[in-house]
């Protein structure tokens, strides 16, 4: 079975620009979460996305925004980017079962560099 | 909410010799725990989870951890490490429910050394 892919892999942009990312779940899971890592701030929540819609989310400004569609493929996109957006964007599958007692698995990442 | 904490940020140790890589975590509800690994240039990969049941966990490439509730632990720990174990680890939890939303600690950098 084929694993968590993200899109693309690597990726500059300049400051006031954006940018969409793409993940592809694991076939038959329906929840994606999204997670930023930064070496100052480690990894943080996102967002989590399960039947196109969103259940949950972290603390960062509405210049992050996220959506799921029918397949469970997801993108998220960030506007008018700033220097501190530079990190690597981890997207995460789930089955999404109602107990919450299943694993989480991830992608390689999207490296974002932002100048 | 959650937290968690990882005591040491770097671990470097001898090839063959045992490791410990230490996890706290704080919580006012019931938690999933996980031990994830990072090589560079990489994502994350799950090494193992505490989910319920057996406090012991054992997971892949010999890793194993204690989910200790009295402590609020999860220490991480493989009896003979090799080269390949270098790498970064993080400990995460998850509160018990539908949210998926995994609070990571710091990561612990393990450093195996000929």
């Known amino acids: 079975k084929a694993g968590v892919t993200q899109t693309p892999r690597y990726l500059i942009k300049t400051r006031g620009q954006q940018v969409t990312l793409s993940c592809s779940p694991i076939?038959?899971?329906?929840?994606v979460s999204w997670y930023q890592q930064t070496p100052g701030q480690g990894l943080q929540f996102l967002f989590e996305?399960?039947?196109?819609?969103?259940?949950n989310k972290g603390n960062f400004p509405g210049r992050f925004s996220g959506r799921q569609f029918s397949n469970s493929r997801s993108e998220m996109n960030v506007s008018t980017l700033e220097l501190g957006d530079s990190a690597l964007y981890l997207c995460a599958s789930s089955l999404g079962l109602a107990g919450g007692e299943e694993t989480q698995y991830f992608g390689p990442g999207t490296r974002l560099l932002v100048l | 909410a959650q937290s968690v904490t990882q005591l040491d940020s770097q671990v470097p140790v001898f090839e063959e010799a045992p490791v410990e890589l230490r996890c706290n975590y704080s919580?006012?509800?019931?938690?999933?725990l996980f031990w994830y690994v990072q090589y560079p240039n990489q994502g994350l990969q799950l090494l193992l989870k505490y989910l319920s049941g057996s406090t012991l966990v054992k997971g892949i490439n010999g890793f194993e951890a204690e989910f200790n509730k009295s402590q609020t632990s999860f220490h991480l720990r493989k009896p003979s490490v090799h080269i390949s174990d270098t790498a970064e680890y993080f400990c995460a939890v998850r509160p018990g429910g539908s949210a998926r939303q995994l609070t990571f600690g710091s990561g612990t950098q393990l450093t195996v050394l000929p």
């Open positions: 996305y399960f039947s196109e819609t969103q259940r």
């Open positions: 076939s038959g899971h329906r929840s």
């Open positions: 919580s006012s509800v019931s938690v999933y």
